[in-house]
Structures are given as structure tokens and as C-alpha cells.
């Protein structure tokens, strides 16, 4: 096992780890995901599938640009709130934002760790031409998700609401800054590379902070934890490559890039992570690609799009479950796992069909 080049594959993505989620954290500190959800209450204008339907623009939003953690941990917390202040069904919201945090995480390299490591093995490939590749699927992801949604809470969608008042403001110019940070950081990942935009995304913010909120810079900030357990994984499997595994499962996903054996790859993808966990599978997957890029874009719709049946499958599910019990919302993992059941194959064929038809 090469730890030097292992570390160098790895590094930049831990990077960007840290880097974005100072970036979030501090977004939320400073209000900026309250006021997007304020805001969509009041353009709504009192209509619930109004709402729900801003909620989940702002869901794939900070799923794409943020990261799917994003919407897991800092994004739930807000709608939970909002749905319990306007007396609406918090079932509908939480299971948006953890569906959406999963499935909306196909776009951008920045949207998931098993994008930015497909981002490695595709030579020659921007943030944008990454894009370019993942479109179709990520579209087909983000429809059906949000139309699996629809007709299960049809009846908590209708009906109108009392707009809430909106929420007090520690110091609009912060709250400005991080918007536009926010807003920016979007085109730029698309235009410099992931890890320099995220680094000056938090260098502002930090500094910015430092001036006129210094009691937001705290250790809790980065996410020590995070980086040190995803280390230890990419050791672990690392290690199983290099004794056989790879081998084993190169040969379960056959090969070509015709629409069967694409559909193969992205089942073959989700199965392994609801077994194991979406990067874990990943990273054993990855030799199954071999070299193409919709064969490995085939494997990021079954581990981006797949983890929705078991609590393991994905970390932001489990981030989003600690959100939901500290907000009072109780998750059946029973039911989680059954809706689950029902929509991944819905999602793998509906995506890999997108990708299939668009770029086959």
C-alpha cells in the first residue's frame, strides 16, 4: 500500500472538507439559511405546497454548492423549526431535506466526497466538464425524488398557513457577506478549483469574524472527527484493494456502457452502500469503472442517489437523525427503510436511463 500517494489523492479532499464546512457553519451562525427559510415562507405566500416547493430549491441548492452534510446538519434544524412554527407536517420537511441531502448530490464535485474522488480518476476533467457528465442523472435524481415526495404527503401539501415573523438579525453586514460568499461560491467551483475556492470562501468568512464576531470562531468549527474517521476508512479499504477485493468486485460489475451494464454498475453501487456506506463502496467500486467515465458516473448514481434504505448507508443520514431527535421529531427507520425500498429502484433506473440516453 502507497501511503504517499495515497495521502496525496486524499489530502485535497480532506481540505476541502475542513474548508467547507467552516464555511457552512458560519453561514448558519450568521443566519443565512433562518433567512432563506423566512424568505421562502413569505414568497410563499401562505400556500404549504408553495413553501415545500421553495424548501426544496433551497435543499438541491445547498446539496449542490454546500455539500449534502449541508443540508443534513445545518439545513433540517431550519425547516424542522419553520414547520413547527407554522403548524405543518415535520415529517414532510425532514424526510425533504434527508431524501434531497442524498439525492441532489450528483452535480458538482463539491456536492459529495464520491464526487471529488471521481473527480480524481477522470484525467482531464474540470468542475464543469464533471458537470456536463452528471446533468442528466442528477436532473432525473432531483425529479423523482421531489415526485416520490409529492404524491407520499399529497394530502399534507394543500391547504395555506400564517406567515411566521421574521427572525432578528445579530448583524446584517455579516449576514450579507456570508450570502454573497454563499451565492459566489457556486460559479466559482465551476471556474478555479474546489479546494482554492472553499479556502477563500472560509478565509473570508473567518476573518470577517474575527473583526466584528470573534465569539463564532470556535474549535468546534472544524471537524476533526469527520476527518480523522474518513482517513481511517480510505486506509481500511486501501488495504482490501490490495488483497483481492478489487478483483472480486470487478468482476460482479461486468463491463461496457450499455444501458444494462451501466444499471448494473449504479445497483451494484447502491446495494454496497446500504450494506456498508456510501464511500466505502465507492472506493471498493472504483477499479469497476475501468477507466470510463459514464461507467463511473453509473457508480456515483448508486452511491450518491442509492443510501436511502439503511441509517449507515450515508453519514449525512445519520447527521440528519441526530437533527431530528434533538428538534422532537421521532424517525421510524422501519418506515425510512421501506420508502427507501420503493424509490431507489425508481431512482437507479430513471437515472441511469438519463445518463444513458444523454451521453450513451
Request: charged share 10%; with cysteine; glycine share 8%.
Amino acid at each position: 500500500m502507497d501511503l504517499g500517494e495515497l495521502a496525496g489523492r486524499v489530502g485535497p479532499i480532506l481540505a476541502f472538507v475542513v474548508c467547507i464546512t467552516v464555511v457552512a457553519e458560519l453561514a448558519n451562525a450568521l443566519g443565512v439559511f433562518a433567512m432563506l427559510a423566512a424568505a421562502a415562507a413569505r414568497l410563499a405566500r401562505g400556500s404549504v405546497l408553495a413553501l415545500w416547493l421553495l424548501v426544496v430549491l433551497v435543499a438541491v441548492v445547498a446539496t449542490a454548492v454546500l455539500s449534502l452534510d449541508t443540508t443534513a446538519v445545518l439545513l433540517t434544524p431550519v425547516v424542522l423549526a419553520l414547520a413547527a412554527q407554522l403548524g405543518l407536517d415535520r415529517e414532510l420537511f425532514a424526510l425533504t431535506a434527508v431524501w434531497l441531502a442524498n439525492t441532489a448530490s450528483l452535480l458538482l464535485p463539491v456536492s459529495n466526497l464520491t464526487n471529488l474522488l471521481a473527480l480524481g480518476r477522470l484525467p482531464g476533467y474540470d468542475a464543469g466538464r464533471f458537470t456536463t457528465l452528471t446533468w442528466p442523472a442528477a436532473l432525473a435524481c432531483v425529479l423523482i425524488t421531489v415526485g416520490a415526495l409529492a404524491l407520499l404527503f399529497r394530502r399534507s401539501l394543500r391547504g395555506r398557513y400564517r406567515p411566521a415573523s421574521t427572525p432578528p438579525v445579530a448583524d446584517r453586514r455579516l449576514l450579507v457577506l456570508a450570502t454573497v460568499v454563499c451565492a459566489l461560491l457556486g460559479p466559482a467551483f465551476l471556474l478555479v478549483d474546489v479546494v482554492v475556492a472553499s479556502a477563500v470562501a472560509a478565509g473570508v468568512l473567518v476573518v470577517a469574524c474575527a473583526v466584528a464576531r470573534p465569539s463564532l470562531l470556535r474549535r468546534r468549527l472544524l471537524p476533526w472527527p469527520l476527518v480523522l474517521g474518513v482517513s481511517a476508512l480510505f486506509v481500511v479499504v486501501q488495504y482490501a484493494h490490495d488483497h483481492g477485493l478489487a478483483e472480486l468486485l470487478t468482476r460482479a460489475a461486468g463491463a461496457g456502457e450499455g444501458w444494462t451494464a451501466l444499471l448494473r454498475v449504479a445497483v451494484l453501487g447502491a446495494l454496497g452502500a446500504n450494506l456498508l456506506d456510501n464511500l466505502p463502496s465507492y472506493l471498493a467500486l472504483e477499479p469497476a469503472a475501468d477507466g470510463s467515465p459514464l461507467r463511473l458516473a453509473a457508480l456515483l448514481v448508486g452511491v450518491n442517489a442509492g443510501p436511502l434504505v439503511t441509517p449507515w448507508a450515508s453519514l449525512a443520514t445519520l447527521l440528519w437523525a441526530a437533527r431530528c431527535r434533538a428538534a422532537g421529531v421521532a424517525v421510524s427507520w422501519g418506515r425510512l427503510a421501506l420508502r427507501g425500498l420503493l424509490l431507489v429502484p425508481v431512482l437507479m433506473l430513471g437515472a441511469v436511463t438519463a445518463l444513458w440516453l444523454v451521453h450513451g
